[in-house]
């Protein structure tokens, strides 16, 4: 049974730190890139951050770039999205989703679309506040 396992999300004062986790069971890593992506309510889904186990490629969104990174523990099957420098327009429910041979080179590379990947878990709501 293939499962992504997203946790970490909570509550947190603008400055904070949280890190995510998103831990994979029924499949490997290896040949997939995980993808972090972020709804608000009323807002369009965006991909945050994005590591890739075929070409070690990664990508940030603009607006996380220098306070989010994002990591990978192949041996725990787990890929972590640290943040850090957290402001209140980050929160949202964080996903994480896998696609096998992904890349991450560009925001195009990594997609954001619910068909263009293999694997989805379930949420993670992370609130700042200010």
């Known amino acids: 049974d293939v499962q992504l396992q997203a946790s970490g999300g909570g509550l947190v004062q603008a400055g904070g730190s949280l890190r995510l986790s998103c831990a994979a069971s029924?499949?490997?890593?290896?040949?997939?890139?995980i993808g972090w992506f972020r709804q608000a309510p009323g807002k369009e889904r965006e991909g945050v951050s994005c590591?890739?186990?075929?070409?070690?490629?990664?990508y940030y969104a603009d607006s996380v770039k220098g306070r989010f990174t994002i990591s990978s523990d192949n041996a725990k099957n787990t890929v972590y999205l640290q943040m850090n420098s957290l402001k209140p327009e980050d929160t949202a429910v964080y996903y994480c989703?896998?696609?096998?041979?992904?890349?991450?080179?560009?925001?195009?590379?990594?997609?954001?679309?619910?068909?263009?990947?293999?694997?989805w878990g379930q949420g993670t709501q992370v609130t700042v506040s200010s």
């Open positions: 029924g499949f490997t890593f290896d040949d997939y890139a």
């Open positions: 590591i890739s186990s075929s070409d070690g490629s990664t």
């Open positions: 989703a896998a696609r096998w041979m992904g890349n991450c080179t560009t925001a195009q590379a990594m997609g954001v679309m619910t068909w263009e990947y293999d694997y």
